[in-house]
């Protein structure tokens, strides 16, 4: 079974510009959250989905908002960037949301803002 | 309060040594999970060993053991025979059960494991 993947991997943007993400499940997975990591404030929740609606949300302003589609896949869009947007954005899916459920990870998308 | 607390930034072992990782967990939810991933440089989160609060047996994964004490609510990583591939970031996580609405993920600060040859 093929496991998570996001795309695109690596991105490079200006400050001003928006960003959209992209992050396949596993398939069968119906839930997928979206985290933050970078080296001063380390892993950040951004957001989950379930069946296409937003059941968690993290402590971020607005400009980050994501989506979730019927097949599950999610993206995740950045507007207006800042230079403290540029982190590893990873994506998780787990197959639903108790506390069984094991999330697992994608590669992550490594985003610059210049 | 932090839902996870990891107390150790840094950690060294020597290669074929064993090696405990701490965490603390604080909630009231009587159903949880318990999750260590293992971050490489490479920077992809792996799923290592999970652990549930109704398991009576503490969880083992090849060299990767839970040392699960629910009464001191903490849930320390044990890895035997250190291989210098060991060396990554380690985070502890949790899941809530169905009590809570929320019941995302919460991870711990995590903890720089090096592997000395």
């Known amino acids: 079974k093929a496991g998570v993947t996001q795309t695109p991997r690596y991105l490079i943007k200006t400050r001003g510009q928006q960003v959209t993400l992209s992050c396949s499940p596993i398939s069968g997975h119906r839930s997928v959250s979206w985290y933050q990591q970078t080296p001063g404030q380390g892993l950040q929740f951004l957001f989950e989905y379930f069946s296409e609606t937003q059941r968690n949300k993290g402590n971020f302003p607005g400009r980050f908002s994501g989506r979730q589609f019927s097949n599950s896949r999610s993206e995740m869009n950045v507007s207006t960037l800042e230079l403290g947007d540029s982190a590893l954005y990873l994506c998780a899916s787990s197959l639903i949301r108790g506390s069984t459920d094991t999330q697992y990870f994608g590669p992550g998308t490594r985003l610059t803002v210049l | 309060a932090q839902k996870i607390t990891q107390t150790q930034p840094g950690m060294f072992v020597q290669e074929k040594e064993a090696v405990t990782l701490d965490c603390t967990y604080d909630t009231s939810d009587p159903s949880y999970g318990l999750f260590w991933y293992k971050q490489p440089s490479s920077g992809e989160m792996i799923f290592l060993i999970y652990q549930g609060s109704y398991d009576q047996q503490n969880a083992t994964e090849g060299r990767y053991s839970l040392n699960f004490q629910k009464a001191r609510k903490s849930a320390n990583l044990v890895i035997s025979a250190s291989q210098l591939g060991d060396s990554a970031m380690y985070f502890c996580?949790?899941?809530?059960?169905?009590?809570?609405?929320?019941?995302?993920?919460?991870f711990g600060t995590g903890t720089s494991l090096t592997v000395i040859p």
């Open positions: 996580a949790m899941r809530e059960g169905r009590l809570f609405s929320g019941n995302q993920f919460y």
